[in-house]
């Protein structure tokens, strides 16, 4: 069963360790068929250099698994409530890449101090709340998402636009049209984690990049106007 989509989504997980963003199995991808709401994942604590394809379960948007002999990861109804929240996103990411958790662990959005973020994030990378003692309690996984969620519709940020988000205390999520994608931007976030870090060692009252800079450089590459590449 969506044999084409477990071999995406198992290239997407073997990315992780060789751009570094995971040690031992500290992340997991997951990616959508959208055809039949079916959601494939990477297994719960199984370590990437013995993982394979056939490893990786198939799941609806209830959690119910319908294929696989290994349980999916322990974050999995984290990335079905966005599964189920945004049609638009067909993979997603969870890492505990450095960079991006600092500024999980400091409870801060990344500023966008530069072009390097506006080609890939339209404004700030916003960091959640934390999650009630309540929420923890009765659905910590699950709740992370609506979590999520909740900061995006709040702040009236659109998931496509500005697809990642840090979890305070905990770290950072990524998605995109795809598992690729979601990885690809995950990467991403963690250079412009470390360029943000950078940024206020050199000076720690520097200011956002200007709006008209931002746009310019997002939406030559984003959008029915985009000119950017082949």
């Known amino acids: 069963m969506l044999e084409e989509l477990k071999k995406q989504v198992y290239e997407a997980n073997m990315e992780l360790p060789r751009r570094g963003l995971v040690t031992y199995t500290w992340g997991n991808v997951s990616g959508i068929d959208r055809g039949t709401g079916y959601v494939v994942i990477k ?27 290994c349980k999916p990861s322990s974050d999995t109804a984290t990335h079905l409530e966005l599964y189920k929240k945004y049609s638009a996103i067909g993979g997603i990411v ?46 910590y996984e699950k709740h992370t998402g609506t979590v999520i969620i909740e900061t995006f ?13 840090l979890c305070k205390n905990h770290g950072p999520f990524a998605w995109g049209k795809d598992a690729a994608e979601a990885v690809h931007n995950a990467v991403v976030l963690e250079e412009v984690a ?25 939406y030559r590459k984003h959008g029915e ?6």
């Open 153 to 165: 519709t709040q702040r009236g940020i659109n998931p496509v636009y500005t697809p990642a988000v």
């Open 43 to 69: 297994p719960s604590g199984v370590d990437y250099d013995v993982l394979t394809p056939d490893d990786l379960p198939v799941l609806d948007l209830d959690g119910n698994q319908v294929e696989g002999r």
């Open 225 to 230: 106007n985009a000119y950017y590449g082949q």
């Open 94 to 139: 969870h890492t505990h890449s450095p960079e991006a958790v600092a500024w999980a662990q400091a409870g801060r959005d990344i500023p966008l101090y530069g072009t390097t973020h506006a080609d890939y994030f339209l404004g700030p990378i916003p960091c959640a709340r934390n999650l009630t003692p309540e929420e923890i309690e009765e659905a």
């Open 194 to 218: 470390r360029m943000a870090r950078l940024t206020e060692a050199v000076d720690p009252k520097a200011a956002p990049a200007p709006d008209s800079i931002r746009d310019k450089h997002f």
